[in-house]
């Protein structure tokens, strides 16, 4: 658990975060969403302590950030930034290594470790541990980026615009990837975006950031069906608020005991994608199936509609 | 590259020649004589003349170095950033003042030999190893020093392991300006009884010796050339391990 409590942060008379608190669940992602310059990204950084507050305090597991000096604070929390800041003169192993190495683990447990994460995020030891990051291509490099914050095990990640510098194709492939290292390891995420999809897609939780201040802090569900404010609708977006209300749910929570002669979906996908079958295939359901392909039951138009109201 | 290779090749086994076995090149240079003068210098061994001018030049390259990129590390941290317009006058007074006007002013403080000249050049050479250095140092991507900052370093540990290698390429060109403008500048040590290739041209101006002259200019040329070339090498090598790309 991260405690944000009274946040602010002053620069001369602007007021760049203003009394935010916050609770931040362990073992979950939490997304800060919010337009440039709306303070997300210096939030992010007092956690660290990359930038110290004016006032207010930020509590990890019950301990303040300030008990220890800076530098080894963050050697205990993951940091990611957009364009992933490798370091040039070093390898991929060397980079994964950085941690690691300033904690004075073993040689051996570092190597292991850099070999375990190189076969996490699909990247073969033989052909880019001894690689510079100039010849990964980007979705590569982010993925050293990636690896190289969780080398010591933090259970803390934070991650600021992570993915803004990939292409559409592999942004979606990494943050899939995201999704399964959170599930593997157990870690806390905090994420910056200031994309909205990526906040529904990722956030267990979601903080709405406008003018230094947080608006709503909730899950992604509420921010859609219960806006506190309007700027909140505005981000969310009205126009197509069902169609992202249905994107949160997936097949397999409503599948319905029955066989269906309409298209297949996979459990896994969104209510979203299987409306879209649906429509393309001109059926009024269609047969919901798990990874293996053993049906689960049938997903009808009208159970798909139910859930694109609030409730 | 074949051809540069062969004509570094030949440089240096002319410059080692010449300083061996100097009275072989006598024909080269007879011609230069008048009255039957010697057309090799005799006053002195060349070729101990020449290692005393290369570690003049060396050692206050060394001195150069550690004080203009101490200089430079200091001006690029927040507490010393005050400084830089400060340092920035001192060394370019250090590039600006003419050597022959330092050693002018310390001869009469610390007498003749070697050490005016070593002050001399030491002052001359701060100037190309400190810009460099600066601009080594502003020019490391924003990014990688977060990254590093975020990663837990503390501010030694950024400076020695990120800033420093990063910036070396640029601050070894540095180095190489600073020695190969200070091989020629170093003649003018002879002056001042220093020891170096300066003494072989003064003798060849003040017995109008022509050989002697070009002997001096020759061999203080090929030593410049050749420290060059061994420079541009040398950093080729740091560099291949310190991809900056």
């Known amino acids: 658990m991260i405690a944000v409590e009274n946040l602010t942060k002053r620069y001369g008379a602007a007021t760049v975060v203003n009394d935010v608190s916050m609770l931040i669940e362990s073992n979950s992602i939490t997304v800060i969403v919010g337009t440039s310059g709306s303070g997300k990204s210096t939030l992010l950084r007092m956690i660290n302590r990359l930038i110290e507050p004016s006032a207010g305090q930020v509590l990890i597991e019950g301990k303040d950030t300030r008990a220890e000096p800076a530098h080894l604070l963050r050697r205990r929390i993951g940091y990611v930034i957009q364009g992933n800041g490798l370091f040039p003169h070093r390898t991929v192993a060397e980079n994964i290594a950085t941690v690691p190495r300033l904690l004075r683990w073993s040689s051996a447990r570092v190597a292991a470790r850099v070999d375990e994460l190189l076969r996490v995020f699909q990247l073969d030891p033989g052909a880019y541990a001894q690689a510079f990051p100039h010849q990964l291509s980007g979705g590569q490099q982010q993925r050293v980026g990636v690896a190289r914050a969780l080398a010591a095990e933090p259970a803390v990640l934070l991650m600021d615009e992570p993915f803004g510098a990939l292409d559409p194709i592999i942004r979606a492939k990494a943050q899939e990837d995201l999704l399964d290292i959170q599930r593997r390891f157990g870690t806390t995420i905090v994420l910056v975006t200031h994309d909205m999809d990526e906040a529904f897609l990722l956030g267990d939780r979601v903080a709405v950031m406008s003018q230094g201040r947080v608006l709503q802090y909730d899950r992604p569900t509420a921010l859609l069906t219960r806006p506190t404010d309007p700027f909140v609708s505005r981000m969310t977006g009205l126009a197509d608020r069902a169609m992202r209300l249905l994107s949160l749910t997936t097949a397999g929570e409503v599948a319905a005991p029955g066989g269906s002669s309409g298209p297949q979906v996979p459990a896994a996908a969104s209510l979203r994608d299987a409306l879209s079958e649906i429509l393309w295939s001109g059926a009024d359901s269609a047969l919901v199936v798990d990874a293996d392909g053993t049906p689960r039951g049938h997903l009808t138009l009208a159970a798909i509609l139910a859930h694109g109201r609030p409730a | ?245």
């Not at chain 2, 100097?22 to 240079?29: E, G, H, L, N, S």
């Open chain 2, 1 to 245: 590259m074949r051809i540069a290779s062969a004509l570094r090749f030949i440089a240096l086994a002319l410059l080692v020649a010449f300083l061996l076995v100097p009275q072989k090149f006598a024909p080269v240079f007879a011609p230069l004589t008048q009255f039957g003068a010697p057309a090799i210098y005799d006053q002195g061994n060349l070729l101990s003349l020449a290692l005393a001018h290369l570690g003049t030049v060396c050692v206050a390259a060394a001195a150069s170095t550690v004080v203009a990129v101490g200089l430079g590390v200091l001006v690029t941290r927040p507490a010393g950033r005050e400084f830089l317009p400060l340092s920035r006058t001192l060394v370019n007074i250090g590039q600006t003042f003419p050597p022959v006007a330092v050693l002018a002013v310390t001869v009469p403080l610390i007498g003749f030999g070697e050490k005016p000249t070593l002050i001399a050049l030491f002052a001359y050479g701060l100037l190309p190893i400190f810009e460099n250095t600066i601009v080594g140092l502003q020019t490391t991507p924003p990014a990688v020093l977060e990254a590093a900052s975020g990663m837990g370093m503390s501010a030694r540990q950024r400076l020695l392991s990120v800033e420093l290698p990063l910036a070396m390429p640029l601050i070894l060109e540095g180095i190489r300006l600073s020695l190969v403008i200070n091989v020629g500048t170093a003649t003018i040590g002879s002056t001042v009884a220093a020891k170096g290739m300066g003494e072989v041209i003064i003798a060849g101006l003040l017995s109008n010796n022509t050989a002697f002259v070009l002997q001096g200019g020759l061999v203080t040329a090929l030593m410049a050339v050749l420290l060059y070339e061994g420079m541009v090498a040398f950093e080729r090598r740091v560099c291949r391990t310190v991809q900056s790309e």
